[in-house]
């Protein structure tokens, strides 16, 4: 027993998956070397760009020493011999453009949700995806199979306000999202750039990091600036003038030689009330109003 695991130690990948051909002709759970053609990529991909030159070197590193790590593919539906990508589209490509007929691939089953949230998982736990990508990628999740933060949360391992800050930045201006794409900016900087409403100032911020290399504190100490002085301005245009509606209510009741109250709300809106103790009173004040109206 001890001479046969050490034999099937020292075997190579290869030799272990022509054993699993052998034993296994098209069964899930299996590595089997697959025809390359048979394979057609993931349609629900989030990345949509991928690096020439580091694809170049992995195709250098295909044709010296193969394929190390095997993909994973699904079986189509309602087909015997073709596949869809689940994970490893850069090692895909690099063995197509290295000439390899076939490549080491490991069958999983999977459905249409599956397909789009492993690739998602996979390309996050990777940590080389755009935050835009992964923005998407929710969003595609939640709206194509109608599910709620909490309920992609539990999906994925992602915690619900992780999920929800990546979604916010589908808000941002075009510019911005694909400057984060690009990275030109950081998360941090868009994460403080949406706490600003107007998408001329979240622009022009983006600008001014880019033209004086901002940090992410400076940037949210100016935002933190911008929103209390706006508020402080917006306080101070809404807020009720008591003193000169103190004096027009003492003018107004000098004038109908009765009480008046007015009554106002934040808005500006409100109402006068003028108060009478007696019909006469009542024929009082319609007199004065007459005589305005002259």
């Known amino acids: 027993?001890?001479?046969?695991?050490?034999?099937?130690?020292?075997?190579?990948?290869?030799?272990?998956?022509?054993?699993?051909?052998?034993?296994?002709?098209?069964?899930?759970?299996?590595?089997?070397?697959?025809?390359?053609?048979?394979?057609?990529?993931?349609?629900?991909?989030?990345?949509?760009?991928?690096?020439?030159?580091?694809?170049?070197?992995?195709?250098?590193?295909?044709?010296?020493?193969?394929?190390?790590?095997?993909?994973?593919?699904?079986?189509?539906?309602?087909?015997?011999?073709?596949?869809?990508?689940?994970s490893g589209e850069r090692r895909l490509r690099a063995?197509?453009?290295?000439?390899?007929?076939?490549?080491?691939?490991?069958?999983?089953?999977?459905?249409?949700?599956?397909?789009?949230?492993?690739?998602?998982?996979?390309?996050?736990?990777?940590?080389?995806?755009?935050?835009?990508?992964?923005?998407?990628?929710?969003?595609?999740?939640?709206?194509e199979f109608n599910l709620k933060q909490e309920e992609l949360s539990n999906r994925i391992g992602k915690s619900r306000s992780s999920i929800a800050n990546f979604l916010r930045l589908l808000k941002l201006p075009a510019q911005i999202q694909l400057g984060l794409k690009q990275k030109k900016i950081t998360m941090g900087h868009a994460r403080a750039i949406i706490n600003i409403e107007d998408p001329e100032t979240q622009l022009m911020l983006y600008k001014q990091i880019l033209q004086y290399g901002f940090s992410v504190r400076k940037i949210e100490e100016i935002v933190r600036e911008y929103i209390n002085n706006k508020?402080?301005?917006?306080?101070?245009?809404?807020?009720?003038?008591?003193n000169n509606y103190e004096k027009l209510q003492q003018e107004l009741s000098q004038f109908f030689h009765t009480k008046i109250k007015l009554n106002r709300n934040n808005k500006g809106k409100g109402k006068i009330v003028i108060n009478f103790n007696s019909d006469e009173e009542l024929q009082q004040i319609i007199e004065l109003f007459d005589k305005l109206k002259s």
């Open 1 to 86: 027993m001890a001479n046969k695991k050490n034999k099937a130690l020292g075997k190579g990948l290869g030799a272990l998956i022509e054993e699993a051909n052998k034993i296994e002709d098209d069964t899930v759970g299996f590595i089997k070397e697959i025809s390359i053609e048979q394979i057609s990529f993931n349609p629900y991909q989030p990345r949509t760009d991928i690096n020439e030159d580091t694809l170049n070197e992995l195709t250098s590193s295909i044709k010296e020493l193969g394929i190390i790590q095997p993909i994973t593919i699904s079986k189509k539906d309602d087909s015997d011999n073709e596949y869809v990508l689940i």
């Open 95 to 143: 063995a197509r453009k290295a000439g390899l007929k076939t490549i080491p691939a490991y069958i999983k089953a999977a459905d249409k949700q599956d397909l789009m949230e492993m690739a998602l998982v996979e390309n996050i736990q990777r940590e080389d995806l755009d935050p835009i990508a992964i923005a998407l990628g929710y969003q595609r999740l939640i709206k």
């Open 231 to 242: 508020t402080s301005i917006n306080k101070k245009n809404t807020a009720p003038k008591t």
